[in-house]
């Protein structure tokens, strides 16, 4: 029997392809909600810091839609990691493993319930890492899972991880969102 995970998570991949739009750029790879289902995906996918730049890996629970159109993300925001590029080799893959073993296992306990997913995103300029909640106006579940995000992954930086609205980052162009919650 395998062990079954308290939820179901659908992992997506974005490749940009400029033909197209962003949102058709999605596409779903693959549905797990056992443990060793999910150990078996990620053996055989490539790694994050193996993608080409301008792609994404993104974990949500299933049926909701990476994106800030999905009803359960519209008013929601992220946490949001930003490496600097020596850490793709020395970081990302460590913390993307983590962030994932954090929503599956649903490490954040009663704030579980306001993850949507992670994302992390490959770019040339820095690579990111982003755990995507439901609510923005939920500061103490935000906090809470901020400061285990921050405890799970090793940063010991005061302020190194920011959060913002979904909202703030739609509008932003050029200028900087306002982080709602640091951590
Ligand atoms: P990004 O890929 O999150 O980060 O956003 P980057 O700037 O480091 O590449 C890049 C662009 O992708 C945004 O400016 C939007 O045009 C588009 N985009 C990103 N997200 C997360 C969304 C989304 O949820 N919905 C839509 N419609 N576009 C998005």
Redesign the pocket.
Known sequence: IKHPLQNQWTLWFFKPDRAKG??ENQREVIHFDTIEDFWSTHNHIKSASELSAGC?YSLFKAGIKP???DPRNNNGGRWLISLDKKQRSSELDNYWLEVILCLIGEAFEESSEDICGAVV?I?PKGD?LSVWTADCTNRDGIMKIGQKLKERLGIQTRGSIVYEAHNDSMKKSGSVAKFRYTV
């Open positions: 962003w949102e994404d994106m800030w159109e995103n770019r990111k």
